[in-house]
């Protein structure tokens, strides 16, 4: 295990904070969409092609492993807290993030197209600037939990009433599990 592990693995934890330990560590770019990383847990290492931000302050990321050119493998996405840069990956061909973006977390928005309304629970990032929010419509009539809606910033209107969302934060402990990243675009 490298230096560069251990010391992340120590921030996550929360024993430590992030120092380079090499020259070449010192000049890796922070993590980003675009960036070659690696899973500290599981030694998964691809480009990261999606960020996404949660309602109670939980930022993840997909690693998208390199494909054999047969097959293009699962993105799978993880903590941020349980990841390491490797090498600058593509990051100069990211596209820049929507800037005209209005909607916030917490926010209660109604779609467009269809007329869901919902609360914003979690904001997607693509690789491509796209940016989604996942949409909680409420429980319905008969008491059940409808699933969330990914749906573009251009669809939603929102309005003034807001759940309090929480600001990322650099030292809370990770959000949960990792999950697929194919089951996480929907709309």
């Known amino acids: ?53 949660t309602l109670d302050g939980v930022i993840q990321y997909t690693i998208q492993p390199m494909g054999d050119g047969e097959k293009i493998p699962e993105g799978w996405t993880i903590d941020e807290h349980s990841l390491e840069v490797v090498d600058a990956g593509i990051i100069a061909k990211v596209t820049p993030e929507a800037t005209n973006v209005s909607v916030r977390l917490g926010q209660e928005v109604t779609d467009k197209i269809s007329g869901v309304v919902g609360i914003t629970t979690r904001r997607i990032t693509y690789i491509n600037g796209c940016v989604q929010f996942a949409v909680q419509p409420k429980v319905d009539k008969d008491g059940k939990m409808p699933e969330a809606i990914y749906l573009d910033h251009g669809r939603l209107v929102a309005s003034h009433q807001a759940v309090e969302a929480k600001p990322p934060s650099t030292t809370r402990p990770p959000g949960g599990p990792s999950t697929r990243a194919s089951s996480m675009r929907i709309g």
């Open 1 to 53: 295990m490298s230096l560069r592990t251990l010391a992340t693995a120590a921030v996550t934890m929360g024993l430590g904070k992030a120092a380079p330990q090499s020259a070449d560590d010192a000049a890796l770019p922070p993590l980003q969409i675009g960036v070659r990383a690696r899973d500290i847990t599981t030694g998964l290492t691809g480009l990261l092609t999606m960020r996404a931000l």
